[in-house]
């Protein structure tokens, strides 16, 4: 733990604005991996419900 | 059936709204009061009288818009409380027909609400028309009030009869009118000559209120039928 | 020794949305968003004018992107869903889950871009016509899925959200068109000296490359996924429907004897 507040200060430092550049990456892949996960979450479910050979994707 | 013209349809669709708000006075009691109360607390938001003066043509847009979407609401809750559109349908009425029928119903009540509210700005905000741009202000307000009137009846006929469309319409309306606004605004200014503003900056936004109007004038008398449809 | 018991027999072999297909398209997504961080955030060099925040450009410019290819596939479906003899309600699905990734990654871009504005122009906001036309377009989508949203038969639904998903389509030029008119006439000299149109070397071009592959591929596994989830919730709600209808109907049965 401490090590990586280091490790985030070091960059911090170097790197211009860092934390709006690593927040603009986590932002994105987050957003999406929630949508995704959602997607992937909500489709387990009904999958459950729908038997297969009514799925025209099978 | 005895084949109706279309321009009969629209017609009578045109002169049974007309009729319809001449009895129940929700025009004269309701919507026109409030479209002098929004112009009012323009004032009370922006206090002194020479910003007014400056975002008065802004304004006055806005406060069309806000009562459009009033219109329009009222206009379709009547048409779809008693199943009037589906019934229109079921006697096989050409949804164009009927799409012109309520745009021009819109039309001619927008037309009022200006005619207020720039009377009201004078009033209140004290701007002054000029003689050399009324004829700029004249057109812009024909050419917005056709645009704004087809986007009004889309989007009120879309949500005619569904539940939960007093929420849907600003959110469908005001994005796509905001070109609209943008150009009527701009258009205003250059006939009023807000801030310095000459009267050939207004014609290019008068291009594009043309075409604006021109578009979903088309669209509107295609989409209509689809929209409606049960 | 195994027992067979009901549950295992009612397990499906298919678990999911997933398919063989979606599964080498999620992976190869996975790998390229890995290499996106890697080139975009270690790799590729500083800009010259922007410094580090280029590197936000990497995310931003594939995400921006990539809503506006869903709003077109989006667009596209709802034509063919008009036009198309069958009135496909697939094609109708494929639209929605495609406008719902597009709000997605409108979302994004905009939140990505106000953070880049922030740094480059000082200022979160600009009235930049591509801003603009950017923030209404995602409205203007909410609002399309509120459409997808409302009460009615699925027929109802795919053609109303077709004729608006169409309708935004003419929306877009004439907003874009209104706000650079609006912007050219009151701003003499730009603001946006620094546009997104940086001299980009090679590799900062490649860590681009990376990001639109990358992105496209996430686009393509999500609208594969969604649209089948779309599709599995209308199956489940007809069974639904015809559970109720089948209990009424036992219910009405009951009464009578």
Redesign the interface.
Known sequence: MQRLRLVVQKVVQT????G??????L???G??GA??IR??R???K?????P?E????? | MAEVSRFSVSWAVLMKDLRIERRSRVMINQIIPFSALVMVLFAFALDATNILTRVAPGLIWLAVLFSMIVIVQRGFAVESSDGALEALQAAGVDPSAVFWGKWAALVVQLTVIEVLLVGAAVLLYGVEIRAIGLVLLVTTAISATCGLAAVGT?YGG?AAG???RET?LP??V???A??VL??AT?AVEAALGTGGTTIS?GW??LG?LS??AV??GV?GSF?FG??I?? | MTTITPQTIQA????????RATRVVGIATIIM?GWL?VF??VISPADRDQ???V??MY??VP?VWLAYLAFIVTAVCSAIH?IGKRHSL?VDRVAGASA??GV??M??TL??GM??G??TWGVYWQWDARLTTTA??F??Y??YL??RG???TRE?RA??S???G???V??IP??H???R??RS?HQEATVLGTDLDVSLDGLMLFSLFVGVVAFTL?FI??V???S??L???D??GD?DLDAALASRRAEGGADRV
């Open positions: 790197v211009s604005d860092a709006f550049i690593i927040g603009s990456y932002i994105t892949l957003a999406i949508f995704a997607t992937i909500l489709g387990r009904l999958a459950n419900e729908v297969d009514e799925k025209p994707w099978l | 889309i879309l569904v539940s939960g849907l959110l469908l005001l994005p796509v905001s070109p943008i150009g701009r900056e290019p936004w594009l075409v604006f578009t979903f669209a989409a689809p929209l449809e049960e | 499906p072999r298919h678990r999911g949305t997933g398919t968003i961080a975009g955030l410094g580090d925040s590197r936000i995310v931003h995400s008009l697939g719902e990734i997605v990654f979302a994004v939140v990505t953070l880049w922030r740094i209404l377009l409205v203007s909410i609002g509120a459409v409302l009460e009615g109802q053609r109303r077709a004729v608006i169409l309708l935004v003419l929306e004439l907003v068109w209104s706000v008119l609006w006439l996430l596994w999500l594969l996924h969604r089948r989830t599709t599995m919730i199956l489940s069974r």
